[in-house]
């Protein structure tokens, strides 16, 4: 009795970290419709500088106090927040956006799963974690669930996939993700996440600020459609303070490599929000994929190391 009183503490923070991982995912899912909806109405740098200019406007009175408690903290850790910064909010979205203007919401969202093998390689090689065979296993079985979604069932079709140019940009933005996620669960101790966060932000948008004031569209100006202004508020308060702060409870709750293996779930967000706001009908294969998806989660989460 006593070893399971030992370990309830630790299964709820293991179940609200992985709440808090489905949650951002799948908030997330719609930022690469976002990405590639809007690539002819709105330039990268302004869809960026704006998201990050809503998210922290929003995120101003709720973090105020926490920023002044730790402001010792904050100056110390200086140079950790500004890499943390420039890596999961000055570049990992700009990316992303940059990357839509050639690219497909389906290969960005593809792409973008590199993002869970990338920590596990760096945390294999700069952590040293293992990754077992059991890992792997749940690893291959979740990418085979993910590769029956994008096919549509029928594997064949993979050979129809076509890259674009933007994709090696896709490719690098998940890979700033996942040094600054690894970096994020090694934040200072004293600093708290709310002002983690909200310092990032306020970093990553004073340096988007000069990229922003030099694009065509502060210069020439854009007329902000209602489209336009309905996708900034969702990247700015859903995709970006909500997601950004539910993300970085898990890692800090679960470890980067678990909370990575959620993010293979977005397939399944982004079918499901098909499903209610454009009507696609779900096939047999979301549902096959998604046991797989699941599954291979389950396995790969297994008894992991937290990194």
């Not at 076509?162 to 970096?183: C, E, R, V």
């Not at 922003?212 to 700015?236: H, M, N, Q, R, W």
Request: charged fraction near 10%; charge should be positive; aromatic fraction near 12%.
């Amino acid at each position: 009795m006593q070893h399971l009183r030992v370990n309830k503490p630790e299964n709820k923070n293991t179940l609200i970290g992985f709440g808090f991982a489905l949650l951002a995912t799948a908030l997330w899912s719609g930022n690469f419709v976002v990405a590639s909806g809007l690539s002819d109405s709105i330039q990268p740098t302004t869809l960026a500088f704006y998201r990050w200019l809503v998210a922290t406007l929003v995120f101003t009175p709720f973090a105020f106090k926490s920023v002044k408690r730790d402001w010792a903290t904050i100056r110390a850790s200086f140079s950790y927040l500004l890499l943390t910064a420039v890596l999961g909010v000055s570049i990992f979205n700009t990316l992303i956006y940059f990357a839509g203007q050639t690219s497909t919401a389906v290969n960005l969202s593809l792409i973008a799963l590199t993002f869970p093998i990338f920590i596990l390689l760096i945390s294999a090689i700069v952590f040293k974690e293992l990754i077992t065979s059991v890992r792997v296993l749940g690893i291959i079985i979740v990418l085979m669930g993910v590769m029956l979604i994008i096919s549509k069932g029928n594997p064949a079709e993979l050979l129809n996939l076509k890259f674009n140019t933007g994709d090696p940009l896709m490719l690098l933005a998940a890979f700033t993700f996942a040094i600054h996620s690894l970096l994020v669960k090694n934040k200072p101790k004293k600093i708290s996440i709310i002002s983690l966060q909200y310092t990032t932000f306020f970093i990553g948008l004073i340096i988007l600020l000069p990229f922003y004031l030099f694009s065509k569209d502060s210069i020439v100006g854009f007329e902000p459609e209602f489209t336009v202004i309905g996708a900034i508020l969702y990247i700015g308060i859903c995709s970006s303070l909500i997601s950004f702060v539910s993300w970085n409870k898990a890692i800090i709750k679960i470890g980067a490599s678990s909370a990575g293996m959620i993010y293979f779930l977005m397939p399944l967000f982004s079918g499901l929000v098909a499903w209610v706001l454009l009507d696609e009908k779900l096939k047999y294969y979301h549902l096959i994929s998604g046991i797989m998806i699941v599954t291979g989660i389950l396995i790969s989460n297994h008894q992991a190391r937290r990194v």
